[in-house]
């Protein structure tokens, strides 16, 4: 069995910026990076760069990071070119089993036979997990003349598991006292592709109620009906262009679109609204493996007052050894920059929250044995 760490405590909440967090070792095609403030206000000055082009691919739900992230790199480290697409956690762990990329993003950590054709191409290494944006999933919703939703766990689940259809039915008013609903029906969007954010969300549902959702978590959406539509973006979008809508993705998407929330229940018994902050009290009852494979274990049922009960953790996936040596400098320098604490800082904006300080702590460390 493996052992875990939990990550309880004041000490595991957010990077307060005393963490400086720098490249470890050196490369041979390494030079100091720029002191100049990159792009969002994120200071550089720890960056020591390496030069070279790399491409990854995988999670949209971290996209926004990446792609800040990227920016900031790109502006401190002119000879490097970092080349990220998003196309789901699903996508990016079969082309980083295939060597297709040189570390892909995944909300959902490597197992089973993922785990072994990764390991696999990591000849010499091992295939790792390293924690890196953080952020709550949002029920982002369209329905006229409704604000400040409020949402059971078990109506959550009833809604995604198919047994409540319309917006008035008994189990919304009753979370919502006093409020007007309307008789519309609700259209349910989840993600086509495969996807971490699916994972993570009907993980929450089966663990919090099995009876009224009863599928267990699955990249591929597990629930009956509704549409689906591809990539958290995509979903924004369908639900901003649909009467009734409601689907899940990051708050980062309904927050660019200018969609209402819903405000879920946590077990602490507060309807609490998707935030950094709240993502970051629910991940805090979270136990971290031992190790250098970092796989997190959610705990849904921690009544922490304050949490945000609907969460996930995106890990970038890569080698400790076996990557091209083309490509190694630059992923241990990139990846050293991202868990640093000016990275995390720099993506509150977008919605993402900053690693605890002992995740980042061990991220920093197993980052530094890549070569």
Known sequence: MSRSIRLGGAASLLVAGALALTACGSDNNSSTGSSAPASGGASTSSINCASGTITASGSTAQANAINQWVKAYQTACGSATINYQGGGSSAG???FEAGQVAFAGSDAALKGDDKTKADKRCAGGEAVDLPMA???ISLEYNLSGVSGLQ??????AKIFGGKIK??????????????TLPSTGIQTI???????????FSAYLNAVDPADFGFAGASTWPGPGGQ??????GVTQTVKSTSGAIGYAELSYATNAKLPTAKVKNPAGEFVAPSIDGASKGLSTATLATGND????????????????IYLVTYEITCTKGLPSSQAGLVKSFLTYTSSAAAQSSVG???YAALPTAVASKVASVVGTIS
Not at 151 to 156: F, I, N, Q
Not at 167 to 173: E, F, H, M, T, V
Not at 295 to 308: C, I, L, N, S, V
């Open 134 to 136: 953080v952020g709550p």
């Open 294 to 309: 970092l796989k997190m274990t959610f705990d849904y049922k921690a009544t922490t007052a304050g949490a945000y009960p």
């Open 228 to 233: 689906g539509s591809k990539g958290s973006d």
């Open 93 to 95: 762990r079969t082309q």
């Open 190 to 200: 989840h993600r086509s592709d495969g996807s971490g954010t699916s994972a993570n």
């Open 151 to 156: 949402l059971s766990p078990a109506t959550v």
């Open 349 to 351: 904006s977008l919605g």
């Open 166 to 179: 319309t917006w008035n039915d008994p189990a919304i008013k009753a979370d919502n006292p006093g409020v």
